[in-house]
């Protein structure tokens, strides 16, 4: 029964049933959540760096509140997620596929932890501190809560995602879906878009943007690398022969 081949009206009941239990965990952490929302927007505003951060509307507080409470209940249903979406490709994946995907959603959860973390702890400091050199004498730093946490969000999420990227280039270059070649070939259009990213992502300012950018582009270089470790040429080019060249020589 578990190797027959679904029709196209069962997988998609399927993936119904599967985004139904995700938006429902989601929405029972967010429900249950909602108290350790403030502590934690508390501790964010502890680790601010800047001297005031003010309300400058009625509903601020409230609609900050809800975004942290949404943002720590993806993260805490992150692991369901990557087992709902995993036990609904898994099926249709080879045994090796399966072996590569179950080995790659334990480090790929971790490493996107790992890079939020980083993106909080090393980068939101450092664009701040960046940033707060270019207040002249007579200026106040008043940081509104919603443009501060904005500022959180957009610089921890993305470098969590970029966090992953190595692994991802590891194995599909084991897969043989890609050649370590393509990062030398793609390498000048890397850097333009590794900046693009950053002037899109960053704060408005070009020091913030050179930092954001490099980060960006040292995570191209480590994809490289980690890709000319894990690929294989020797199966790559076994699998890319054409059968006529094999049955015609003697």
Known sequence: MGDREMTLTEHLTELRQRIVIIVATVGVLFLGGFWASRPVLHWLVQRAHVKHIVVIGVPEAFFALIKVDLMMSLVVASPLMLYQISAFVLPGLTDTERRVV???????????????????????????????????????????????????????????????????????????????????????????????????????????????????????EVSHMVARIFYRPDSASTETLPEPWGENNP
């Open 102 to 220: 179950a080995l790659v959603v334990g480090p790929g959860l971790a490493l996107f932890l790992a890079g939020m973390a980083g993106g909080f702890f090393i980068f939101v400091p450092l664009v701040l501190h960046v940033m707060l050199t270019f207040v002249g004498p007579g200026v106040g730093e008043f940081w509104s809560l919603s443009n501060y946490l904005n500022f959180v969000i957009y610089l921890t999420i993305p470098f969590g995602f970029m966090a992953e990227l190595p692994l991802v280039s590891g194995v599909m270059a084991h897969l043989g879906l890609i050649q370590p070649s393509m990062f030398r070939r793609y390498r000048r259009y890397a850097i333009v878009v590794a900046f693009l990213i950053a002037a899109i992502i960053a704060p408005p300012d070009a020091l913030s943007m050179l930092v954001i950018g490099s980060a960006i582009y040292l995570v191209y």
